[in-house]
């Protein structure tokens, strides 16, 4: 049932550039895929694995970046590029995930966002690296099989495919006694390893899988963008991928897919000035934490359970 | 370049000063964790709304000082007041990312609330003392830093003095220390978290009224200021108020001391690089969290 509606949703997803021929709304469905992606590998380190990571942030900077670098600086493909993006923040969570996951959660939180932070000092200061502030223009369009994905509409196909790729791989790693692990790790972790089991192993591989994810997400995301500078790394994209976490429910991992959809195109629907959409922003956030702090996902599960224990009565 | 003594000397100062400045908004986050267990992401802002304050009040007290210094005081006490009834009071202990998220939206929405309001251009303020200031051999100061730094160091004795000796603070480290037994005493976590949010504006509102005049005001000054705090209350050790004032200082020697040498990018990166450094040492920070201990 559920694999039924993954999959019509999915190829009903891939008709969009058939059902329009607007540039636009064709943008909005790229963004739409890719900050889903991003949600979902955030959706895994917060919402299944209880770590309240702000260094996706970092992470999408440094799979933008290293995309980019490796096409422009380096010479690379775009395929490669996104293959870098993914390897290095993977090897760069592994880094910097081990010191933090040591230390309390209080003190996890606020380092993953000075990480993030850091990147964000590095992409505007390391000048003769990423070109500072004026950033990195005019980046090449994808070619594979002598076709060059040079339109909107061609672009869609790869960032669909992205989306499908990674979508499935995470449903399968969430689904999995992994996952199961995860949950049970956030729950209560005392209990956890009097199970002999060793959390520390697997909140590294959540972490680090989450960063590849993520990293290869902003990857795509730069080549969509056809420029890339030190916005990039605007704490927007942080609070962006939070919200469609919370909104979504946290751990529910079609919730998260859902909302990502929905409130991907809700900023183009809220298109009346940068500050007052921000603000919306802020008040769904507090009012969501105080009405719903599971999320639509946790809402419709409570309602559904107050529903059965009313027909037992 | 040859490192002269008066270059060197000057840049200690100016170091202190900027330590001082941090120290405030540090020893807020890190009273506000140790009687709530919960990080203040909107306190950046209480700084930004602090420097607003005294922008648009020096104009009407006719540039005076000190006047203008009381008045941003007593807004932010306010700002802090409504934020705990309206917000915080609903959250339960032990709700660490809850506040987070909580406090990280109402960030959002004061940024650009004062955006919309007020433009994101940056503002000058103009007080009494001017650039006036006073030179002793070649090293200059001038008065409104002068002030900012003494402000900060009457500050911190008062707080030393109201943790240590009155009702109120002692509150305040009761159920810092152990929740359940200042509860068996009759300590009310509620008024007791109340106030320490107070005070805790109040400190911010502080040194934002008294940065106010030194740099540009801008709705995204406080952000940038809080995660520098952020990184200072781990490095002291999470709730503990005396590690917060060490590190904030010594940060501030160390970035005025990379600022004379190297150029920007280090001066603005070392708070971070030093954290995952003691972070890599020791996981608690540097002084261990033992309560609330003041002195």
């Not at chain 1, 230390?103 to 505007?124: E, G, Q």
């Not at chain 2, 520098?228 to 781990?234: D, G, M, N, P």
Request: glycine residues 10%; aromatic residues 12%; contains cysteine.
């Amino acid at each position: 049932m559920k694999f039924a509606a993954a999959f019509l949703g999915a190829l009903a997803f891939a008709a969009l550039p058939f059902l329009t021929s607007s540039n636009y709304i064709i943008g909005v469905g790229i963004s739409a895929l890719i900050f889903t992606v991003a949600a979902a590998a955030l959706n895994l380190v917060y919402g299944f694995t209880g770590l309240l990571s702000f260094a996706q942030l970092g992470f999408w900077g440094i799979g933008g970046y290293a995309a980019a670098l490796t096409v422009v600086t380096f010479g690379g493909s775009f395929w490669e590029g996104v293959l870098w993006a993914a390897l290095l923040n993977g090897a760069i969570a592994l880094v910097v995930g081990y010191p933090t996951l040591r230390t309390n959660r209080h003190a996890f939180v606020i380092s993953t966002l000075t990480f993030a932070l850091l990147v964000t000092l590095i992409a505007r200061d390391w000048v003769s690296l990423t070109r500072g502030p004026l950033g990195i223009p005019n980046l090449p369009s994808p070619e594979a099989f002598g076709q060059r994905f040079d339109t909107p509409a061609k672009f869609y196909w790869i960032a669909w495919a992205f989306a499908v790729a990674t979508i499935a791989f995470l449903y399968a790693l969430c689904s999995s006694r992994i996952g199961r692990t995860l949950v049970a790790i956030k729950q209560n972790e005392p209990l956890t390893r009097a199970q002999g089991i060793s959390p520390m192993p697997y909140k590294l591989a959540a972490f680090a899988i989450g960063a590849a994810i993520t990293g290869a997400a902003g990857g795509v995301y730069c080549f969509e963008l056809r420029i890339i500078d030190p916005t990039f790394l605007d704490f927007y994209y942080m609070q962006t991928f939070l919200i469609i976490v919370i909104i979504g429910g946290t751990g529910s991992f079609w919730g998260v897919i859902a909302a990502g959809i929905a409130l991907s195109a809700l900023p183009e629907v809220l298109r009346f000035s940068e500050d007052l959409r921000m603000i919306i922003y802020g008040v769904i956030l507090v009012a969501a934490m105080f009405v719903m702090p599971s999320g639509v996902a946790g809402w419709l599960r409570e309602r559904r359970l107050a529903a059965m224990r009313e027909a037992l009565r | 370049m040859t490192i002269d003594a008066a270059y060197l000397l000057q840049l200690t100062l100016n170091g202190i000063a900027l330590g001082l400045l941090y120290a405030l908004i540090a020893v807020g986050l890190s009273l506000i964790f140790g009687v709530m267990e919960i990080i203040n992401f909107a306190h950046g802002e209480l700084l930004m709304l602090g420097a607003f304050a005294m922008t648009f009040a020096l104009p009407v007290v006719g540039l005076l000082y000190w006047p203008a210094l009381a008045a941003a005081l007593l807004a932010t006490m306010l700002a802090g007041l409504v934020i705990y009834e309206i917000l915080l009071v609903r959250l339960r202990p032990d709700e660490f990312e809850r506040s987070i998220l909580i406090t990280l939206g109402l960030s959002i929405i004061l940024i650009h609330t004062v955006q919309y309001l007020f433009t994101a251009t940056p503002r000058m303020v103009d007080t009494q003392y001017g650039f006036d200031g006073i030179a002793i051999g070649t090293i200059r100061l001038t008065w409104t830093r002068l002030i900012g730094a003494g402000a900060a160091i009457v500050a911190f004795a008062g707080l030393y003095l109201t943790l240590r000796f009155t009702q109120f603070g002692r509150a305040m480290r009761a159920i810092a220390q152990n929740r359940e037994a200042a509860l068996m005493v009759g300590i009310r976590p509620r008024t007791v978290a109340r106030n320490a949010m107070i005070l805790a504006a109040g400190l911010c509102g502080l040194a934002g009224s008294a940065l106010a005049p030194i740099q540009l005001v801008t709705p995204y000054m406080g952000q940038f200021l809080i995660f520098k705090a952020f990184a200072l209350v781990i490095i002291g050790g999470l709730g503990n108020i005396p590690g917060a004032v060490v590190a904030a200082v010594a940060l501030g020697l160390v970035e005025s001391w990379i600022g004379g040498f190297f150029t920007a990018a280090w001066q603005e990166g070392a708070v971070f690089v030093i954290m995952i450094v003691v972070l890599m040492m020791r996981p608690d920070g540097l002084f261990k969290r033992g309560g609330m201990r003041v002195g």
